[in-house]
């Protein structure tokens, strides 16, 4: 495994950490980390709520790579409850590809950090409406 996916997990690890914000709001108990084509890497939690208003970690890490003026997605991982096992959900794969129509199925994503397996994008989602 290269170094900058054990960057990626330390990253994600520094902010993962289920917090109760309130009686209808959780933060922190999935952590992502984002790197974008320039290097930089952008991190995110998810955050819960009661009525369906919370958003993953890796939307998250996302929106701050966008926030800090950065559109391109290089690697996605992402820290779930069973400690880095899974795919970006639905949501998450539709977010990657429109962001980057044309481009996402390069993007590599972490499935199973102890074992170093990574897929592409275009691997999780070949018949994108997208294409």
Same mark, same amino acid.
């Given at each position: ?18 917090? *109760? ?12 980390? $984002? ?9 995110? $939690? ?28 290089? *690697? ?16 998450? *794969? ?38």
């Amino acid at each position: 495994m290269d170094q900058i996916w054990v960057d990626m997990y330390n990253a994600a690890k520094a902010v993962l950490g289920g917090k *109760r914000i309130s009686d209808y709001v959780t933060a922190g108990e999935v952590s992502a980390a $984002v790197r974008s084509k320039s290097g930089k890497i952008y991190v995110g $939690v998810c955050i819960d709520t009661c009525s369906t208003l919370g958003i993953c970690a890796e939307r998250n890490a996302i929106f701050n790579m966008i926030t800090n003026g950065e559109y391109e997605i290089d *690697r996605v991982f992402c820290i779930p409850p069973n400690d880095g096992k899974g795919a970006p959900c639905g949501a998450c *794969r539709e977010l990657m590809v429109q962001l980057m129509p044309g481009r996402y199925k390069d993007i590599d994503i972490m499935i199973d950090y102890s074992k170093g397996l990574v897929m592409k994008l275009g691997e999780l989602t070949p018949e994108w409406w997208i294409d």
